[in-house]
């Protein structure tokens, strides 16, 4: 254990000069041998996206797979809020080093502040390629673009569309990915699920993918496979990920010898509409911008059925405005989280199932007037109407956090390379850049990062060394015998004679994670959780009941294999939630806080990223440790008092 | 609110492109009305599994209204009867207790069936690779600021923008013509100084593999604006007109 060290290559020099001496020293592939080189791109979201068209504008060959029957229907096309930028265009003292510095805090100090700088300085990059691209940002009345100040930070630095950010963002790689396969630089494959990677002596070379359609498992080769897969949120099957959301690809590359970073990291979002009954197949967020004006409370009284219009004021709890008093209903994600959790738990819940707290814009319509609140918010409140039928102008929404991001994901190095050579990771699916916990409008921004601005130069620094080597086929026996654990799988899946739906054991194992592995913590339920996930597997393999036919349309089947998938990363983020004996970001430790309830970090013990590497079926995984050095930030305990 | 429905479902059935579908009658008990109706689908088909029966084929992913992956048309009117909403954000509470609702695919020669009530949409891909794009590589694009635009003009092109591309127009449309879908994207470009250098051979290249892809002409009937869940305008359609007959008398 511990003895393998991850290096994780951060180049020398001082903070601010290392991206920029570190890529202009980098290794160049010439023209004439990118036009030699395939790169494999799994996931088509922001990062895929982007990282796909920039490579093929290089002039490698890219083959982009995507399990949807479009690029342009990835999940990143539902973040509303906005990406952030240190432009400073608002003039109020914005900069790369702030940007930095606020990310690396808000990730509660377990992120590489390489990596982090590098992030916070392509940052306007980013925005510049997207206009130039027809991103309908919005703008000012002079024509200049707008900002607004989001996720609880002092300046103005986040670019939005109204509350379509990712949709345009996304729209606007999937347009350069559009234009690429028109050049024929990009072979694109829709509806297609990539099952496993095929490692050639120990370097990733190539995948198995499923066409999803005729169900014919197909091998590609190349030179180097780019995972941009988003992320695992649907390990706890409510959540607000779409349903095709997966961790399947991540997790073939953890079984190939990928190690898998801080698993542990999960984001709760305080502001979704809650679950209203069995049936529900995911919850829908809604903008924390909303906590801008509106109220957050429960009823003083336990098990109050009243209606809220009933409830008098004096008999009305505004938990967060109690708890902390500077920040009030603008704490940080984590923290407002926890809070209503806290008090649903406690018996203070609002409405039938007891697991909501209102959310209530009475005050903000008194004082700003209606038509002022309808203009800033009245999308999101057309939204709630729709799907709850209730009136939130009227009476106050009712909210409940869910599960919306994952921080962890594969370990990569500063080149974004994980630990088998050859295998990449962009984006949401790496662990990169967020830490413990993820600031609001910075998931658009790594993901654009990475894809644009980051791999198409760092993943030269593996292909500049594979010019010579001959370009792998897939006659090769690695992928006829990778092909047939494929196969093996699909027909295990498929002749299991069980009476148990896919959903049904999808639900059970959603229920196990967020109740010991959600908001909060403790040993004795990640003990206990482990050992029902470990049954929860045999119970899988032995029951589950997937009908249907390999050769076809299979939704079940898909579904299936996916799940089997998140039942096993469930058992390693029981491992990491209980290595990490400390409480910090989204994960919160109930032995380690302060008497008044906040969240005590270790970094004396903790200040590392956890790296799990798989070390065979039904043993427990080895831990490595990448010790984080902070040369430039102090880490501090976060207040919100 | 919290009564429950009981509901009949005409579902249509199709094993694949090649076979002919039909369809088939499902009573589906205890409805709550709190559902979407994509959940209806969900409860029905833990059912069908249960029984051994094959579970309905239908496309979905976000669940949100943003995705454009639900396609379905529902009692005749694509997405079902909510204006300004996907079949994903329909809920229940639509629907009356007794209620026998008929569900389909769009149906369009360009979007062949592939089960059920999956269709190939991949033809709308092809009208974007065909020039629903600015040309501009990564990295080489000015300040952001150094392109001001008029606020108006801004609007106006996220409002076309906002196209989530589920092809509801076309399904709506009795010519299944694409037209809503391409003249979207070709009004957001339009609207922006970054669309001007590329726009004439982005029109014809997108309305050529329009006709191309064998979707219909329009008639200005509207009916693609009245069910587009984005409330795209129709407006763009008659932008497109205008831009595509400029570039051909260029």
Not at chain 1, 177 to 198: A, P
């Amino acid at each position: 254990m511990n003895s393998k060290i991850l290096d994780s290559k951060i180049p020398s020099g001082s903070l601010e000069r290392k991206w920029t001496d570190y890529r202009s020293s980098l290794p160049l592939v010439s023209p004439a041998n990118k036009q030699k080189q395939n790169v494999i791109m799994i996931g088509t979201g922001l990062a895929g996206a982007s990282a796909a068209a920039s490579l093929a504008e290089m002039g490698y060959n890219v083959k982009a797979f995507c399990f949807q029957d479009s690029p342009r229907r990835a999940h990143s096309i539902a973040a509303q809020g906005g990406i952030n930028a240190a432009k400073n265009y608002q003039n109020d003292g914005d900069s790369i080093y702030r940007l930095f510095y606020d990310t690396i805090k808000g990730g509660d100090y377990r992120s590489r502040e390489a990596n982090v700088y590098r992030l916070a300085e392509v940052s306007g990059n980013i925005i510049d390629q997207c206009v130039a691209q027809g991103v309908p940002f919005a703008r000012e009345y002079g024509g200049t673009l707008d900002n607004r100040s989001f996720g609880g930070v002092q300046v103005s630095r986040t670019f939005y569309a109204r509350g379509q950010t990712g949709q345009q963002l996304l729209l606007g790689a999937y347009s350069a990915l559009s234009r690429q396969i028109n050049t024929g630089k990009v072979e694109m494959f829709t509806k297609h699920e990539m099952v496993d990677i095929v490692l050639v002596d120990g370097h990733a070379k190539g995948i198995i993918a499923r066409n999803l359609v005729t169900g014919e498992l197909e091998k590609h080769a190349a030179s180097a496979v780019v995972l941009a897969t988003g992320g695992y949120s649907n390990v706890y099957y409510l959540s607000t990920n779409a349903m095709g959301s997966n961790v399947t690809a991540a997790w073939k590359a953890y079984k190939r010898g990928a190690m898998f970073s801080n698993p542990c990291f999960t984001q709760i979002h305080p502001t979704c509409i809650p679950v209203s009954g069995e049936y529900q197949s995911k919850l829908t967020l809604m903008s924390e911008s909303l906590r801008n004006d509106g109220r957050i409370w429960v009823s003083k009284n336990k098990g109050d059925s009243r209606s809220p219009d009933q409830i008098p004021e004096e008999e009305r709890d505004y938990y967060l405005e109690r708890r902390y008093p500077a920040f009030g209903n603008l704490v940080p994600r984590d923290i407002a989280s926890r809070a209503a959790k806290e008090r649903c738990d406690a018996g203070y819940g609002a409405g039938e199932t007891g697991q909501s707290v209102y959310l209530d814009f009475k005050d903000a319509i008194d004082t700003m007037g209606q038509d002022t609140v309808s203009a800033r918010y009245g999308n999101l409140f057309e939204m709630y109407g729709k799907i709850t039928g209730e009136n939130p102008y009227k009476s106050p929404m009712r909210i409940y956090p869910a599960v919306h991001y994952t921080m962890g994901g594969l370990w990569v190095d500063y080149n974004l390379m994980t630990t088998v050579p050859g295998l990449f990771s962009i984006g949401e699916s790496n662990f990169s850049d967020h830490g413990a916990n993820r600031l609001g409008a910075s998931a658009l921004m790594q993901g654009l990062a990475d894809g644009y601005f980051v791999l198409p130069y760092t993943i030269g620094t593996y292909l500049s060394k594979e010019i010579n080597s001959d370009m792998v086929s897939t006659e090769d026996s690695a992928f006829d015998s990778t092909l047939k654990e494929s196969e093996e799988t699909i027909e295990k899946l498929l002749s299991n004679q069980g009476n148990r739906t896919v959903e049904s054991l999808h639900k059970e194992l959603g229920l196990i994670m967020w109740n010991n592995c959600g908001m909060s913590r403790n040993q004795e339920d990640l003990d206990k959780a482990l050992k029902e996930v470990d049954e929860l597997k045999k119970t899988f393999w032995s029951d589950v009941k997937v009908p249907g036919r390999s050769d076809s349309i299979n939704k079940e089947l898909e579904k299936a294999w996916r799940v089997s998938d998140f039942i096993e990363l469930g058992e390693v983020m029981m491992h990491d939630a209980s290595d990490r004996k400390e409480s910090c970001g989204a994960h919160f430790r109930e032995e380690y806080q302060t008497e008044d309830g906040e969240a005590l970090r270790n970094d004396e013990e903790y200040n590392y990223v956890s790296s799990w590497e798989y070390a065979g079926e039904n043993v427990p995984p080895n831990l490595h440790k990448e010790i984080l050095n902070f040369e430039t930030v102090t880490p501090t305990q976060r207040s919100y008092k | 609110m919290s009564e429950k429905l009981n509901l009949t479902l005409k579902v249509w059935r199709q094993e694949d492109t090649n076979q002919s579908g039909n369809f088939v009658t499902y009573p589906v008990a205890d409805v709550n009305p709190h559902m979407s109706f994509l959940e209806l689908l969900d409860v029905l088909n833990e059912k069908l599994i249960k029984e051994g029966d094959d579970p309905i084929a239908f496309e979905h992913d976000c669940r949100e209204g943003i995705c454009g992956s639900c396609a379905m048309s529902i009692n005749g009117e694509a997405h079902g009867p909510v204006k300004s909403t996907t079949a994903c954000q329909l809920h229940m509470f639509n629907f009356k207790d007794g209620d026998t609702i008929t569900v389909e695919p769009w149906r369009a020669n360009s979007f062949p069936i592939l089960k059920d009530l999956v269709t190939d949409r991949s033809a709308f891909d092809r009208i974007m690779q065909a020039g629903g794009y600015v040309s501009v590589n990564t990295g080489s694009a000015p300040d952001g600021n150094a392109i001001p635009i008029e606020k108006d003009k801004a609007i106006e092109a996220f409002n076309a923008a906002a196209c989530i591309g589920c092809g509801a127009c076309v399904s709506s449309c009795k010519n299944s013509s694409a037209s809503l879908f391409v003249s979207a994207k070709l009004a957001q470009y339009s609207a922006l100084p970054q669309g001007k250098p590329e726009q004439k051979q982005r029109v014809l290249g997108m309305v050529n593999k329009m006709d191309e892809e064998g979707f219909g002409h329009c008639t200005n009937t509207g009916a693609c604006e009245a069910t587009c869940p984005k409330d795209i305008s129709v407006k763009n359609i008659g932008i497109m007109n205008r831009e595509y007959l400029k570039a051909l008398v260029d």
